[in-house]
């Protein structure tokens, strides 16, 4: 069977608690080591069913993936092989990341169309388009991407959306291009400024990232870097709403508050009481929620990755609150699981209806993707009686030891295999 989760709810948190590096983070900085054929070493790398993944992914195209004492030791001397397998990108959509540096490194590249969570389409064509800017020729065959150059070229790039990957892909492909790459529309996220900052540690020319325009003025090679990838602002958000919701007294540690200001906003909106430093965050909740509404945009906006948690948050609030999802058109999929445990959510498109409830009945329920699992385990920290959360290899995909961290400030939590 496959593991599950078993929450004995009804226990305010207490204590201190440490975020982990982002995931979201980690997984484009190990991408990038596919740009150089010296060792990229990432000295946090969070241990997470993702990283391992993409671990695997790299280890097929020639990389040798080695853990270090709290970290991760990533080198590719020689580009062996330039598919990225079905079997691997079907598991994590972030797999897509190799496509960019494999073709501007190795001039070839295979990457099977991604999958990952089950929370929308979410295609690839602003990173397909915008290879073909720097002079890539594509096709999709069979069910894979692919990409040839002889060198990439400089291009001025507009996506037709906010991407966070596609920018990703795209920065790691023009670093090596030949001439000054822009992008513009470009995310902002902390994320993609934190894989700029790595590859200007490789010897990367880059400018602008963090805003909507990037420049990139292309180098002929990259060298090897050491880098501590930023604290998982997600994981925090995610352990902030757990002590508001258990009506708890939590001190998160290891976090960057900036990254996470929407999410603060929100909170101190629906009465979670919140002091913060230059590193850490207190949050009580003393009072019942009070309700609120929120709508997901890109960064700096509220997160799509913390709607669900907030929105377990929200069913307990003492009113009625709106929840506008603009990002993935079917991340409402933990309301049907949050509504076995007592909550009053109704669902029309991209808009969810929370009309808050007094308190969650401990139940069996079932985890749909990755953040959804993490709304439940909330839910559940906060319910009457003992929830069993299913599936919980979703949320081992985004999340290092939770139940650990959670036990650790007093929840009743144990993993059954």
């Not at 069913?49 to 993936?65: H, K, P, S, Y």
């Not at 190799?98 to 064509?125: E, N, Q, S, Y």
């Not at 397909?128 to 990439?152: H, P």
Request: with cysteine; aromatic share 2%; proline share 5%.
């Amino acid at each position: 069977m496959p593991a599950r989760l078993e929450i004995e709810g009804g226990v305010p948190l207490l204590g201190t608690v440490k975020v982990s590096a982002a995931k979201n983070a980690a997984l484009p900085a190990m991408a990038a080591a596919l740009l150089t054929s010296e060792p990229v070493t990432l000295a946090n790398a969070p241990d997470l069913a993702d990283v391992r993944t993409m671990g695997r992914l790299l280890e097929t195209v020639g990389a040798r993936v080695s853990r270090i004492a709290g970290g991760l030791r990533v080198q590719v001397a020689r580009v062996t092989s330039d598919l990225a397998p079905y079997e691997l990108v079907s598991t994590m959509r972030a797999s897509v990341l190799v496509l960019g540096p494999l073709v501007a490194r190795h001039g070839t590249a295979r990457v099977a169309l991604p999958g990952g969570c089950a929370i929308g389409v979410r295609p690839i064509d602003q990173h397909l388009k915008g290879l073909q800017k720097l002079g890539a020729d594509i096709a999709i065959e069979n069910g894979y991407v692919s990409a040839r150059a002889s060198r990439l070229k400089a291009a001025r790039i507009t996506t037709d959306l906010v991407t966070v990957t596609g920018t990703e892909n795209l920065m790691m492909a023009a670093v090596l291009a030949e001439g000054t790459t822009v992008i513009e529309n470009a995310a902002r996220e902390p994320e993609v400024v934190d894989l700029a900052t790595l590859l200007t540690a490789m010897g990367a020319r880059i400018q602008g990232a963090g805003t909507a325009r990037i420049e990139i003025e292309g180098v002929v090679e990259l060298g090897g870097a050491v880098h501590r990838v930023v604290p998982d602002r997600v994981e925090a958000g995610t352990l902030i709403v757990a002590a508001a919701i258990t009506g708890g007294d939590v001190t998160v540690t290891d976090l960057v508050p900036d990254h996470i200001s929407s999410v603060l906003a929100k909170l101190d909106e629906i009465g979670v009481v919140l002091e913060m430093g230059p590193t850490w965050v207190r949050a009580r909740c003393p009072e019942r929620p009070r309700p609120a509404d929120v709508t997901t945009s890109p960064f700096p906006g509220f997160p799509t990755d913390m709607q669900a948690q907030v929105m377990a948050l929200l069913g307990l609030a003492d009113g009625q609150s709106r929840v506008t999802e603009t990002i993935f058109e079917n991340r409402f999929m933990h309301v049907a699981e949050l509504a076995r445990m007592g909550a009053r959510i109704e669902t029309e498109g991209a808009i969810a209806i929370v009309r808050g409830v007094p308190g969650y009945q401990g139940a069996p329920v079932m985890a749909s993707d990755l953040r959804a699992s993490a709304a439940l385990v909330l839910a559940g920290l906060a319910a009457r009686g003992t929830t069993i959360v299913a599936r919980v290899y979703h949320l081992d995909r985004g999340y290092e030891r939770l139940e650990v961290k959670l036990g650790a400030l007093g929840a009743r939590i144990v993993r059954r295999a």
